[in-house]
């Protein structure tokens, strides 16, 4: 991997068919498949003008981000956590500083290099200050990840236990994930 940049965005993404099956209640599986590649092209065009990796271990999504002008990290069976964990390293070999993990199911982002403008860690939560939507971190950091329930709380303590400082961004855009049927009112990918 050749030098990207002192910044880069990370977008974490599985496997279309698999993707957002909270909806099935409202949405069949391939209009789900559907909506799922529709908002993670929409956030790796959020990205521009910023170079992409997309951390995934689903062919299908492979040739997607290369279609889509993004460098694909292959990390197969790995979890989501140890997922990103190992692209933030890879992005790190290659030169990156900082990275931004933006999750695939945000259908409202705005731009996203203004993410990355702080020097510690910044996180951006869920509406309901829950869940982690994005995060920039210093790439040599050794951040832990831990996404799931709680992982706002969880990110926050992990940037103070490692001493980088935190600045928390509530940004409605960004905040606007898609997880339920309920979610899917006002979203447009």
């Known amino acids: 991997m050749t030098l990207l940049g002192p910044v880069a965005v990370l977008v974490p993404v599985k496997a279309f068919a698999d993707a957002k099956l909270r909806l099935a209640p409202a949405l069949p599986p391939l209009a789900r498949a559907e909506l799922a590649r529709s908002m993670a092209s929409h956030v790796v065009r959020a990205a521009a003008p910023l170079p992409t990796a997309v951390v995934c271990d689903d062919l299908e999504v492979a040739s997607w981000a290369r279609g889509e002008g993004a460098l694909v990290i292959w990390e197969p069976e790995r979890g989501l956590n140890r997922a990103v964990e190992a692209g933030v390293e890879r992005l790190a070999a290659a030169g990156v500083r900082r990275v931004i993990v933006a999750h695939g199911d945000l259908p409202l982002a705005p731009g996203l290099a203004w993410v990355a403008r702080f020097p510690g860690v910044t996180v951006v939560p869920d509406t309901v200050s829950n869940g982690t939507n994005v995060i920039c971190v210093p790439s040599e950091a050794g951040f832990t990840f831990s996404y ?42």
């Open 148 to 189: 799931g329930p709680g992982s706002f709380a969880r990110h926050s303590a992990e940037a103070f236990r490692r001493g980088l400082p935190l600045r928390v961004v509530r940004e409605a855009g960004l905040a606007h994930d898609v997880d339920t049927p309920a979610d899917l009112v006002g979203s447009r990918a």
